[in-house]
């Protein structure tokens, strides 16, 4: 009887275990997908849009504004602007309206419909 | 559209005339190079025949008859026929107004295009900067001038490129044979960021033409605001005019309808909030050496404040 518990308890701990490891490893990888976002209509649409006239983006040639900082590493970095966590429905909300999150900040609301500061976001989630 | 696609795009801008003033300079130029590929073929043959040609043709090569008729009448006919031919075409793109034209001048300066709309008597009715309005199939006739040093004027699709002398007045007409967007580009090195003084000629339907002069004849109309505060502030008045305020600067372009231009920065960024704010907070990193000094001062609140009151300026 005591054998019996003691194999409960140990298949409990290894089961726990690994449901504890499964639940960190979705926390290690954030999904950041967009659902029908596109990476390279997003560069474009940034391109278009200037972004660059204050951010350094890899990927747009010209220009690069010292304004707003680099955007390089964008996707592993954990925050957006060092305010709010990086997931990709702040990330959108952000870019339509970013002093709605941050009222100090100085990038104004850029003129981008809904999809496509998705895809904007999509393509920022490339910048390794 | 901004300015940058001026020689961008395919057919290349400059061999795709838009109206009757480019049209001929187009022609001229396919003319020019169909007698180049005719004469280099001329001299291909005859190169190949004093190379490997029998004996009998290579002592006719060698004769002095015909260095004399190759070598001297030919050219002297053949340019000055086409020379002839060239000012014939472009003769009447350079006429002086006549009474009832639309007049327009614009004076380059570094790095910039200050535009002014002339009324009928030749006085300037409006001042507007970096683009330049017209009604399509009607000719327009630009005083050129410079404020500085030599700039030219090249709208590849309407016109062929005029220097803007100082001291002087050029004349260069131009008309869109329909409406529409044409970029253009300082074709004469100014200096510094010669390469980012674009501009755009935006021809208007007559109707949509007429609304825009009306519209911005007007001196602005700015509500208060935190945005017309911070350029008050921050001096911006010193050199920008915002007629209708305070603002009334002559050094750099006329602010009063700057939010309905279609660039920023003479043709090379779109025009938004965001550019704007990028513009003022550091023109010298989007265009290095331009007169206008970064802004290191404001907050983000205030910059993003002066960015939507600019914006406002339609």
């Not at chain 2, 090569?61 to 031919?85: N, Q, S």
């Not at chain 2, 253009?184 to 935006?202: I, K, T």
Request: with cysteine; charged share 15%.
């Amino acid at each position: 009887m005591r054998r019996w518990d003691g194999l409960c308890a140990g298949a409990s701990a290894v089961i726990l275990a690994a449901g504890l490891l499964a639940a960190c490893a979705d926390k290690g990888l954030p999904p950041r997908q967009l659902a029908g976002a596109d990476p390279e209509r997003g560069r474009e649409i940034a391109r278009r849009a200037a972004c660059g006239a204050c951010h350094d983006i890899p990927g747009v040639d010209w220009p690069k504004g010292r304004t707003g900082g680099s955007l390089a590493g964008f996707a592993s970095r954990p925050l957006i602007a060092g305010r709010v966590p990086n997931q990709p429905q702040t990330l959108v909300r952000w870019l339509r309206d970013p002093s709605a999150i941050a009222p100090e900040t100085g990038m104004p609301a850029v003129p981008l419909t809904t999809a496509e500061a998705r895809d904007v976001a999509a393509f920022l989630y490339t910048l390794q | 559209m901004s300015a940058l696609d001026a020689l961008r795009g395919w057919p290349p801008p400059v061999l795709d005339p838009a109206g009757p003033f480019a049209g001929p300079v187009t022609t001229v130029a396919w003319v020019l190079f169909a007698m180049g590929a005719v004469v280099l073929a001329i001299v291909l043959v005859a190169t190949a025949a004093a190379l490997f040609g029998p004996r009998r043709w290579r002592a006719r090569l060698g004769g002095e008859r015909l260095v004399w008729l190759g070598g001297f009448a030919f050219p002297v006919v053949v340019l000055t026929g086409l020379l002839i031919y060239g000012l014939t075409l472009t003769r009447d793109l350079s006429a002086p107004p006549a009474p009832g034209e639309v007049r327009v001048r614009v004076t380059g300066e570094m790095w910039w295009w200050r535009v002014g709309y002339l009324d009928a008597r030749g006085g300037e009715a409006f001042q507007d900067a970096n683009q330049i309005h017209i009604p399509p199939r009607a000719p327009v006739v630009l005083e050129l001038e410079a404020a500085d040093v030599i700039h030219s004027l090249w709208i590849p699709r309407l016109a062929g490129k005029l220097d803007m002398i100082p001291g002087r007045r050029n004349i260069l007409r131009l008309q869109a044979d329909r409406p529409g967007v044409y970029a253009a580009q300082c074709a004469e090195f100014c200096g510094g960021p010669h390469a980012l003084m674009g501009l755009v000629v935006v021809a208007h339907e007559p109707r949509a033409y007429a609304a825009w002069q009306a519209r911005q004849g007007r001196p602005a109309t700015p509500l208060p605001s935190r945005g017309a505060e911070v350029f008050a502030a921050a001096g911006c008045g010193a050199c920008h005019t915002v007629r209708g305020t305070a603002a009334n600067g002559l050094a750099g372009p006329d602010l009063t309808h700057i939010g309905s231009r279609r660039t920023l920065g003479a043709g090379i960024l779109p025009n938004h909030q965001g550019t704007l704010a990028a513009w003022v907070a550091d023109s010298q990193a989007l265009k290095p050496g331009n007169r206008m000094p970064a802004y290191p001062v404001l907050s983000g609140r205030d910059l993003r404040a002066l960015a939507a009151y600019l914006e406002a300026l339609k």
